[in-house]
């Protein structure tokens, strides 16, 4: 995929930008460049290509470390919501601020 001339000042138009054409044709070689990139990125076969993780992990073993997900704490909702002025279903209420 290119662009053209027509696409990269409709696009300034959109995006209210007041491009003098050496600028515009700056920026469209820029973008046509990007696009050359992702164009070989997509023409690499991946098929069979396990995620990584991390980037390191393609050349050493990683150890994530990530903690378990446990409660650490004991659950004191009702002590937490004693001094709430209105608690229903252990819910904290709030008076309504936008009708």
């Not at 992702?38 to 993780?53: C, F, H, N, Q, S």
């Amino acid at each position: 995929m290119s662009l053209n001339a027509q696409d990269i000042s409709r696009i300034a138009h959109l995006a209210r930008l007041d491009l003098p054409p050496d600028e515009s044709e700056r920026m469209l070689a820029q973008i046509n460049g990007f696009f050359a990139i992702v164009e070989k990125m997509r023409a690499v076969d991946t098929a069979g290509v396990e995620p990584l993780t991390h980037p390191v992990a393609a050349i050493q073993e990683v150890a994530l470390r990530l903690r378990d997900d446990v409660a650490s704490e004991p659950d004191q909702r009702e002590a937490n919501q004693r001094s709430a002025p209105a608690v229903e279903r252990g819910l904290f209420l709030v008076p309504k601020v936008i009708e």
